[in-house]
C-alpha cells in the first residue's frame, strides 16, 4: 500500500501549502520585523504600511480567484501561486528600500491569497466526496507548522544569518513544502455543464446574514492583525522581555497547530456560530492580554491568539463550505477578501496610534473592541449554521 495514502494526500498537501503560503509567505514578517527595524531600514509607520500593502496583495488576489479563475484552471493557478510565494519570500532577502518591499510584499499577499483559497477550496470539497468533513481542521494545521518553522529560523539563525538570510532560509524551505502540492493536490475538475438558462448554486444563506457573515469576518481581520503583525515587537519592548520576542510567535505557532481541529469538534458540538463566537471572544482577551505586563501576559496573548485565529478561519471557511457545497472557492473568496480588507486597515491604524502614543496599549484595546464586535455578530448567526448545535441533531434535524 502506497505511503502516505492516496485518500490522505490532497490532506498533506494542503496542509505543506498553507504551511509555505501563510505560515512562510505571510508571517514570516512578524518574527523578522524588530531585526529589520534595528538595522535602521524601517520606522514603526513604514512597518505597518509595508503589512498593509502585504494584505491589500491578498485582498485583490482573494478576489481575483473568487470571481476570475474557472475549476478547471484552479490547479494550474495554484501552482503558479505556489511559485511566486516562495520567490517573493526570497526577493525580501536580495532587496533594498520601502518602496520595492512594498512591492514585493504586497506580490507575496497575492500569491499567498491564490494558494488559502484554491488550497482551501479544493481540499474541502475532496474531503466532502469522502465523507471526511470531520477532519477538514487539521488543514489549517499547516499554518501553524509554518509559523513554528519560521520563529525556530528566527531564534537560531539570529545574528548569525541576518535579516536577510532569514527571508532566504524561509523561501527555500517554502520551496521545499510546495513540493509534494505539485502532485498531491486534487485537481480542479470541470463544471457539469448547464443550459444558459440555468441559474449558479443559490447560496445557502439569506443576503442579511450574509451581510452580517462578511461584517464579523472583517472585523477580525482588523483586529487579530494587530497582534499578527507586531507581537514580536509589542513584547520585546515589555521591560525584562527582549528575549522573549521570537519565542512568543513559536508559541503562537504551538498553539495553531492542534487549533482548528479542536474548534472544528466544538463547532460539532455547538454548532458553528457559537464556536466561532467564543473563538472571536476569547481572542479578544488575548488582543489585550499584554497591557497587563509579565512574561505570563505575554505567553498567555500567544496561546489564545494563536488558538484562535486559525480556528476562526477553518470555521469561517467550513462554514462557506456548507452553504456551497462543491462550489467553495467562490464564497471562500469572498469571505477572504472581506477578511483581507480589514487586514489592509488594521496594521496602518495601529501603527499610526502606536507612534503618535508612543505606546501600543491604545492600538491593543482597539483591536479587541473590533474583535469583542465580530463576536457579538456571530453569536446572532445560528440561523445559518447548518449543524445547529449537538441538541438539534440528536433530535435528528
Known amino acids: 500500500m502506497p505511503f502516505p495514502s492516496p485518500t490522505i494526500r490532497p490532506l498533506l498537501a494542503g496542509i505543506l501549502a498553507l504551511a509555505a503560503a501563510m505560515g512562510i509567505g505571510r508571517f514570516a514578517y512578524t518574527p523578522i520585523l524588530p531585526a529589520m527595524q534595528e538595522s535602521g531600514l524601517l520606522d514603526l509607520t513604514q512597518a505597518g504600511l509595508l503589512a498593509s500593502a502585504n494584505y491589500a496583495g491578498y485582498l485583490i488576489g482573494a478576489l481575483l480567484v473568487a470571481v476570475a479563475v474557472p475549476r478547471p484552471a484552479q490547479t494550474s493557478v495554484l501552482r503558479m501561486s505556489a511559485v511566486a510565494v516562495a ?10 528600500g520601502f518602496a520595492v518591499w512594498s512591492g514585493v510584499r504586497f506580490l507575496s499577499g497575492l500569491a499567498s491569497a491564490g494558494v488559502l483559497v484554491l488550497a482551501s477550496g479544493l481540499v474541502l470539497d475532496d474531503l466532502r466526496r469522502q465523507g471526511r468533513v470531520s477532519r477538514s481542521g487539521w488543514l489549517y494545521s499547516g499554518v501553524g507548522l509554518g509559523i513554528v518553522t519560521s520563529g525556530i529560523v528566527v531564534r537560531g539563525g539570529g545574528d548569525a544569518l541576518g535579516w536577510r538570510g532569514n527571508w532566504l532560509l524561509l523561501a527555500l524551505l517554502a520551496a521545499a513544502a510546495f513540493f509534494p502540492c505539485w502532485y498531491w493536490l486534487p485537481r480542479g475538475h470541470p463544471e457539469p455543464e448547464t443550459t444558459d438558462t440555468m441559474e449558479p448554486p443559490p447560496l445557502g444563506v439569506a443576503p442579511r446574514e450574509l451581510a452580517l457573515l462578511y461584517a464579523a469576518y472583517f472585523l477580525e481581520g482588523v483586529g487579530y492583525i494587530v497582534t499578527g503583525t507586531f507581537l514580536v515587537t509589542i513584547v520585546e519592548r515589555m521591560p525584562g522581555l527582549a528575549e522573549l520576542g521570537t519565542g512568543s510567535w513559536i508559541v503562537v505557532g504551538l498553539a495553531v497547530i492542534p487549533s482548528a ?12 456560530a457559537r464556536a466561532l463566537a467564543l473563538a472571536y471572544g476569547l481572542q479578544a482577551c488575548g488582543i489585550v492580554l499584554p497591557l497587563g505586563g509579565g512574561a505570563g501576559a505575554a505567553l498567555g496573548s500567544a496561546i489564545l491568539f494563536g ?91
Open 261 to 272: 481541529a479542536l474548534w472544528t469538534a466544538a463547532a460539532a458540538r455547538v454548532g458553528y
Open 87 to 96: 520567490a517573493t519570500t526570497a526577493l525580501m532577502a536580495v532587496t533594498t
Open 307 to 397: 488558538g484562535t485565529f486559525a480556528g476562526i478561519t477553518a470555521l469561517t471557511l467550513t462554514l462557506a463550505g456548507h452553504l456551497t457545497p462543491g462550489h467553495s472557492a467562490r464564497l471562500i473568496g469572498m469571505l477572504t477578501a472581506s477578511f483581507g480588507l480589514g487586514q489592509v486597515i488594521g496594521p496602518v491604524l495601529a501603527a499610526i496610534i502606536a507612534s503618535r502614543a508612543q505606546s501600543f496599549a491604545p492600538a491593543l484595546v482597539a483591536a479587541a473592541v473590533l474583535v469583542f464586535s465580530g463576536a457579538v455578530l456571530m453569536a446572532s448567526l445560528q440561523s445559518l449554521d447548518p449543524l445547529r448545535g449537538g441538541r438539534e441533531r440528536r433530535r435528528g434535524l
